[in-house]
């Protein structure tokens, strides 16, 4: 029953690709915003869930399958930072039901690597989440003071940085 398991984990995969997408898409705009925090945070993000890409295409390729490097959804085009925080959670939110479901079917097809591997997944899916989750409660008790703080705190980083002439 590997086939199956090749299956889910190119399912995977794309939904990986997916998130690297969104999450750098995000980066840009925090970037672009000043908002440097929210940032960093979904740059890490989206290179863990790259580092998930890698860990699942050494397991399928160990399997003897072809790993299909196709994304699963387009990018959204969402600039609000809520709108992004609403976005991710929900992400992670349904990758870790997924790999939960899936470490099931692994199992019960005498595949055990393959279902710890998702519920390796599973357990980093949920701390992302964990991290998202404390900024939307963080926007939700600081409003616009949490996003001008950001702000605040680049343009005092970038007035510290001595110029070298
Ligand atoms: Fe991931
Ligand atoms: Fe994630």
């Known amino acids: 029953m590997k086939e199956k398991s090749i299956e889910l984990l190119n399912k995977a995969v794309a939904d990986e690709l997916s998130a690297v997408h969104q999450y750098m898409y995000f980066h840009f705009h925090c970037d672009d915003q000043g908002f440097d925090l929210l940032a960093n945070l979904f740059k890490r993000t989206a290179i863990e869930e790259m580092m998930h890409i890698e860990l699942v295409s050494e397991r399928i390729l160990f399997l003897k399958g072809e790993v299909e490097?196709?994304?699963?959804?387009?990018?959204?085009?969402?600039?609000?930072?809520?709108?992004?925080?609403?976005?991710?959670?929900?992400?992670?939110?349904?990758?870790?039901?997924?790999?939960?479901?899936?470490?099931?079917?692994?199992?019960?097809?005498?595949?055990?690597?393959?279902k710890k591997l998702f519920e390796q997944l599973v357990a980093d899916e949920e701390r992302h989440f964990d991290q998202y989750d404390v900024e939307m409660e963080n926007l939700k008790k600081f409003g616009d003071n949490y996003l001008a703080l950001q702000s605040i705190e680049r343009s005092k980083n970038l007035a510290s940085q001595t110029t070298t002439e």
């Open 69 to 114: 490097i196709a994304a699963s959804e387009k990018v959204k085009k969402i600039h609000q930072v809520k709108d992004m925080l609403v976005m991710a959670a929900k992400m992670e939110t349904q990758s870790a039901n997924d790999y939960n479901q899936w470490a099931n079917i692994c199992s019960q097809n005498a595949d055990s690597v393959s």
